[in-house]
Structure formats: C-alpha cells, structure tokens
C-alpha cells in the first residue's frame, strides 16, 4: 500500500501547536462548542498566531499511474497562514492502523481479527463457502468512526496519551465463494485503544476491543456515525428491514440464523435504530440501542450544541428529514420525533433563495416504551397495507421505498407507527418523503447552518416519477445523479404544524443547495460524474477552527472517490484524498483539538468493487493491485491523513 512506504512520522496538525500565553491555541482559539467568536486571545509581543488554513488540491489519479488508481493516493497539501503574513505548507499523506482481517494487538497479549464477525453467544461466525479454506469472517466495509479523548485512561502500554477510536463495520460484501453476504451478517463494532505521541501527535494502535452488542440483539447494517458532545459514539442502522415482508426476506433469514442459528428468531422490529458506544477508561465499551428516534435508514446523526437536538440523515428513497429533540441534555432515551414539511420553491441551484422548513411532530416517547413494543407488536397489530388500490376510502396513500402502498392504522396503534413504522406513518401524516438518500448530516456552529448530503436527487425527487408526490414540494424538473449537499439554517422560537412549542434553538427553517455535482458523458476512464467537482456525497464533518466543511464520497460514478474539503468561507473546493479504485470513502471524522492536535480520519470500503462503466483497459491494470493490497478485495482500511515531514510546529516566537 502506498501509504505504508511514506515516513509519516508527524501527524496532520494545525491551530492547536500556536504557543499563546502558555497556553494551547486549542484552548486560546477554538470558538467550536459555544459558538462564541467575540472571544480573542491576546497574542504576547513577538509570538506568531493562526490566521487562516487552506489546502491544496491533488490531482485525480489517471491511468499513467494504475498504483495511484488501486490504492490511496494523497497528493494534497495544508497550508497555513500566520500573523505576519508567512504560510507553513505541509504535504499530507495516509497511514492505516490496520487493512481488516489483520490481527490486532487484543491489550492482554493476545491479537483480535479486525474487522471479525461473531455470534449472539461472542463466537466467530465462520466462513464455509470453500472447502478447506473455513475461515472467521471479516468485513471489507469499515465504516462511521469516531475519535474520543477521556480523562484517567486506564489501558497499560500506553507511552504518551490514550485516545480511543470507535469504528463500526457495515457489512461484508462476499463470502469465499464470491456469493454476496450484504446484510446478512451482524455488524460488529470495536473499540481501538491508540498511544498519542505528545511530541509528534502520532497515533499507535495498542488495543483492538470488539465490543458486545448482545445486549442490543446485535447490529443491522451499521453506515455513518458521529460523536456526541458528550462523548459517545452515535452510531445507525440503515435499511430497516421491512416487518411485512421480513419472515420470506432470504437476507433477513440469513441474518437471524446467523446471529441466533435459527433463520426465524430475529425480530425485524429491533432493528433499524440509533445505537450508542460508551468507551470506557479501560479501552472496551458498552452499547445502547434508542427506539424512540424513529425507526428509519439512520445514516448519520448529528446532535446540536445544545445536547438535545438531533438531525438525522435518513438514507432511502422517499426518505425524509428528521430531528428529535430530548427531554433533557445528553440523555437520547426520551424526546419528541419530528419530520419536515417543505414549503415552495425548493431547488438544487446554489443560487436560489431555498425552501421553508415546517415541522410535523410524529411523537413523544422513551425508548424502552418503544423497545416493549418492538417486543411484543407484531406488524399487522400496528396497521393493514395494501400494494394495490384496494378502493376504500379508509385506506391512505403512501409513498415507501420507489412504489406506493395503502395503509390503515389499527386504533389506537398511532404511536407504535411513528416510531415502529416511521417512514410509512410520516408518509401518511403528510411528511415531504420525496428525498433520495438523504445521508450525511454536520453542524457549522458559529454561522447556525446545518448541512446533509443528498446522495444522488433522482427518482421521488423527480416530477413525473412513480414515487413523486407533487404536494410534497420536492418535484424537480430534471435528476442529477451526482447529487449535492443542503444547507439549513437554523433557530429557535418554532412551532410544529399543530401549533405547539418545539423545544429547541437549533431547529432547521430553511433549506438551499450549498454545493453540487455535474453529470457528465463517459470521459476516458468511465467517470459519468464530472471528477472536479464532488458525487454522491455521503459522510460529512465540518471543522469550526478551519471554517471547512469536509466531503466523502460513495460514487458509483467516480472510479475513484474522493474526500474533499469545501471552505465555506472562500467557496474553493479542494480533493484531499483519492480512495481505492471501486472503495467508498467512509468514517469520515474531523476532530479539532485532541490533546492539542487536530486530526482528520478517513476509512473505505469494498475496494475493487467497480463501477459498471469503469474502462476495461484500466480495470485490468489496477485489479492486482488493489488484489495484492487489499486481501484480494476482502480488506480495507481503517486510518487517518498525517503530514510527511517530522516535527513540524506552527509556532514562531
């Protein structure tokens, strides 16, 4: 792998290493959590201090160079300005902690599988699909990360500063025999231990902790995630999976005889959540699921500064936008579910004024009220579904997954159908549930703007389509496959649509593009996506201190994706990173002020898997190297950007 050849022996740092008084600019400079930008540190004569950062763009890898295709290529730089006028430039490279299906340090002696698959009993599933080659499974699909610094660590090797990382795995894309496992396994998730260089900021895994998700009746495609402002990883499960049809689902089967060995004991009705990661001092971790944020395709939460407010991406078609508002802060197991209304003139050109946001609220619960249910409803005690007209006037028309149904809700079932069947119940309470893949989500705390990524705007989004429903507001004229990202600005003061108080300063009221794709004809290596400008974005964090909204990619119309940097402030996008040809960019995170370091962290996942229109020629050349990188096409990587220079510091006295 190209990254494990480069000396990266000092981290990608910036604002945090300014001396300022003695202390940290971390501290001096960073306005993130309060949002508060009148607050100015006083730079002591003679001491240089940030002003502002930039990157430089790479170029997209080409065909001259097939390496660069099949594996991370990094050819991006950060340049940073200080107070008299001087920049620092810092080229920046990729260093994984592991390819999964390594093993791993365990933190008793031992090694763990990373990346490896086990059972409702914690034992290793087992690939048998070739005789002679039985293997534990591991995922080719590392995905939502996040990276959180505690006080008091307790894991012993530690050298400098224990910082743990949190990353879950979404699925695994084929067994041995090339037989497609997407969904049919449950998703672990693992808890690394990793030794910060005070000197270098450099990050050493230590400790590799699967953690036990038994108690959640384990994990269902776990996609994108986030931390809370109170530490924990925020994690999804996408695709619910549909109670009607779940018993003759052949990948919901195998998945409950996988978990459970018995192909009929997984409840669909546990699944489809928001589960939580508690990190201990002691490098494991514990989990909770929360019933009570609606039972959706959860991609990517992003809580508010408030520590109550969450807006969740919702990653389906005719998907909506969603925020639940807690009964009290950094406590997600009570609150209230809300689903938007969108007003006229909706549209996807970055020069429009935007859409209002209205908000119907779904319901308020808790969620081991919700949990019970799940327990014990089964889904024709909530509500009876039609796929055709059945011609009866108490039925209603829905919009669910492409198509259209019918339903009726069973009296008294209204609240086991917000929060158990939320996308059909928001459907049918009138919820603009036209979007595409509504992934992403991330907050600019200063300017109050959210941001989500809409994956593609095709399909439901589209005037004309079978799943379009024009009184939703959403009906464009033409698709754009490549998509874009929103932006939604945010206040208080709101009432839902029946007329009572939304508890909440951080409520979205107005949505306009920020940033979009071009669809373009084939160029030479199979892009139907222009490659200078971002496709199909998916993950999404933003960075207060460097005023810079980051974008990752899960394209099928870029051969390779991409991370990408976008300064809200000077509109310059920059691409930082150039995944595996086929490899999604995932776990994306950015974390401003670790110990004094900033780090950005990016996984894949599923290298090698092509896109339909990748060139031939191209694809024969960069197929053994992604093979002989990658655990033919079975590995992925879980990592982060360094700088390639060592001991660079951003201080000048």
Sequence with gaps: MQASRRQALKLFSSIPLLPLSGASAASMLMTACGGDSDTTAVTPPGTLSFESASFSSMAAPSISDPYAMGTTSVGSALNVKLSDGTTQNFKLAYKPFFITGDYVPDGKGGYSLSGGYVDINNKPILDTSVAGLERQFFSDCADGTSLINLDKATVSGIKGKAVFAVVQFEYTSNNQAGQSMYGQLPSPIAVLTLDQDQATGKLTLVKYHNVDTSAAHMLWITCGASMSPWNTHLSSEEYEPDAFTASSDAQFKAFSKNVFGDETKANPYHYGHMPEVTVNPDGTGSIKKHYCLGRISHELIQVMPDNRTALMGDDASNSGLFIFVADKEKDLSSGSLYVANVGTGFSI??????????????????????????????????????????????????????????????????????????????????????????????????????YSALQNIQGSMIAGDAANNPAYNVSLAKKLSAGGVMAHTLTGGQKDLGGAAINSEWVPVLTKALIIGEDITKDILGNTANPDKIANPDNLKFSEKLRTLFIGEDSSQHVNNFVWAYNIDTKVLSRLISMPAGAEATGLVVADDVNGWTYIMSNFQHPGEWISTMDAAAKALVNPIVNSNYKNKFGCAVGYLTAEATSIKLSKV
């Design 349 to 450: 050109d970055p020069a429009a004024p935007g859409a209002a946001l209205t908000w119907i609220k779904l319901g308020s619960a808790t969620s081991a009220e919700i949990e019970k249910m799940a327990d014990t409803l089964k889904p024709s005690d909530i509500m009876t579904i039609a796929t055709k007209d059945p011609a009866d006037a108490s039925y209603t028309k829905i919009f669910l997954s492409g198509k259209t149904q019918w339903i009726k809700i069973k009296p008294g079932m209204e609240k086991a159908a917000a929060f158990l069947e939320t996308h059909r119940y928001a459907s049918f309470v009138g919820a603009s549930m036209a979007f595409t893949k509504m992934e992403g989500t991330t907050v600019n705390v200063k300017d109050k703007i959210a």
